[in-house]
C-alpha cells in the first residue's frame, strides 16, 4: 500500500509540475508583449462590440498579464481580416482574427477573393452563437410576412458581403420563399447599415438578435425597426411568438437551404481564430484563456450592460463545426452556390 501511494504521489507531482512548467514558459512568452484582436468591420456594430468587451477582460486570464488591443480592419465584408489572418499575421499566438464564420461556406462555395483555407486556421472560440432576425422599417407600413408577400412590395435590404447573414439570409429567402427583397451589399459593416436605416437608403435588414437588441437598440424602442421573421433553427427564447422563416417553405429542399444558412450563421458565426502553424502550446492557452473569460463575472456583467448574449463554444468545438461546413454535399453545394451570389 505504501509502495502504491508513493507511486501516486511520484505521478500527481510530476503532473502538477509538468502543469507548472507549461504555465511558466507561457507567462514568458507572453508577458510585456500585446495581443492583437483583428475585427473585420467598423467600430460600432456587433462584431466590434464583442471583441472590445473581451479585450478588457481576456488578459486576466493569460499567463503574463499581456495587453489585449483591437484593431479594425473593415472590408469586403471581413475577408480583408480573415486573409491578412491567415497569410500575413505572424503565427506566434500574439494576432487573433475575428470575421464572419460565413466565409467559411464562401470558400466551399469558391467566393473569389478568398486566400485561406479554413481548415488551417487554428481556433480560438466563440462568445455567442447568432439567431438571425428580419426587420423592416415603420416607413414600409408592412405589418407582417404575410402582408408583405401579399401585397409583393419590394423592400431595399442593406448588405455587406456574400458570406454575411446580412445578405446571405436576403438571397436565400428570396429564392426559396419568394420574399420581395433587392439587396443593396458593400456596406462596410452593420453600424453603416444603421445609418442607412435611418436616412431611408434602405428600409430592411438582416442582423443577428444579439447584435440588434445592443446596436439597434434606439431603432427598436422607438418602433422603426418592427422584426417580421425569425430565421433560426427554433424559436430564439426571447421571441417565441416571432415566426419563423422555416415555418414558410414548401418543400423539403427549401427547408434544407435554409437549415443549412442558419447553421452557418449560428454556431460558427463570431469566430476567434489564430494563423496556421501557431505553435500548439499557445493555441490551447488561449483556448483556455478565452473560454476562461466566458465565466468571468465582470465580464459577464459588461456583456449584460452592453446587451451582449454570451453562449459560447470552445475552439475544439468550433474547429468541429467548420470542418462539418466544409464537408457538405455537392448537390447541397451546387445550390447554395446559385443562391448565394
Known amino acids: 500500500m505504501q509502495r502504491l501511494l508513493l507511486a501516486l504521489s511520484i505521478v500527481f507531482l510530476g503532473a ?15 508577458e510585456g508583449k500585446a495581443i492583437r484582436l483583428i475585427v473585420g468591420f467598423t467600430a460600432g456594430g456587433g462584431y466590434d462590440a464583442y471583441t472590445r468587451t473581451l479585450a478588457r477582460h481576456m488578459m486576466k486570464h493569460i499567463p503574463g498579464n499581456p495587453s489585449v488591443i483591437v484593431e479594425n480592419m473593415p472590408g469586403a465584408g471581413s475577408m480583408i481580416s480573415a486573409n491578412y489572418t491567415f497569410k500575413a499575421a505572424r503565427p506566434d499566438g500574439l494576432t487573433i482574427g475575428h470575421f464572419i464564420g ?56 442593406g448588405g455587406v458581403a456574400s458570406g454575411s447573414g446580412s445578405d446571405d439570409f436576403p438571397n436565400i429567402l428570396k429564392a426559396t420563399l419568394g420574399l420581395p427583397i433587392q439587396l443593396v451589399s458593400g456596406y462596410k459593416g452593420t ?36 422584426l417580421v421573421l425569425q430565421a433560426t433553427l427554433k424559436p430564439h427564447p426571447e421571441h417565441p411568438k416571432l415566426p419563423m422563416a422555416l415555418n414558410y417553405a414548401k418543400t ?35 483556448r483556455k484563456a478565452f473560454m476562461a473569460t466566458m465565466k468571468d463575472p465582470e465580464f459577464l ?35 447554395l452556390k446559385e443562391f448565394l451570389k
Open 16 to 30: 502538477f509540475a509538468g502543469e507548472s512548467n507549461h504555465t511558466f514558459a507561457q507567462a514568458n512568452f507572453f
Open 102 to 157: 460565413g466565409l467559411f461556406l464562401q470558400q466551399l462555395l469558391g467566393k473569389p477573393g478568398i486566400e485561406f483555407d479554413a481548415a488551417k486556421f487554428q481556433f480560438v472560440g466563440v462568445p455567442a452563437q447568432d439567431n438571425f432576425v428580419i426587420g423592416l422599417a415603420k416607413s414600409t407600413g408592412i405589418a407582417d410576412v404575410e402582408s408583405w408577400m401579399a401585397s409583393k412590395q419590394v423592400v431595399k435590404f
Open 191 to 226: 453600424a453603416d447599415v444603421r445609418l442607412a436605416f435611418n436616412s431611408g437608403e434602405v428600409a430592411g435588414l438582416s442582423n443577428s438578435w444579439e447584435s440588434t437588441k445592443s446596436t439597434w437598440r434606439k431603432e427598436l424602442e422607438s418602433g422603426d425597426l418592427k
Open 252 to 286: 423539403e429542399e427549401a427547408k434544407r437551404l435554409i437549415s443549412t444558412v442558419a447553421r452557418v450563421h449560428g454556431p460558427t458565426v463570431r469566430p476567434y481564430v489564430l494563423p496556421p502553424n501557431t505553435p500548439a502550446d499557445r493555441v490551447q492557452t488561449l
Open 301 to 335: 456583467a459588461e456583456a449584460k450592460k452592453a446587451n451582449l448574449d454570451i453562449n459560447p463554444e470552445d475552439g475544439a468545438t468550433l474547429e468541429q463545426n467548420v470542418r462539418e461546413i466544409l464537408q457538405l454535399e455537392p448537390a447541397l453545394v451546387a445550390k
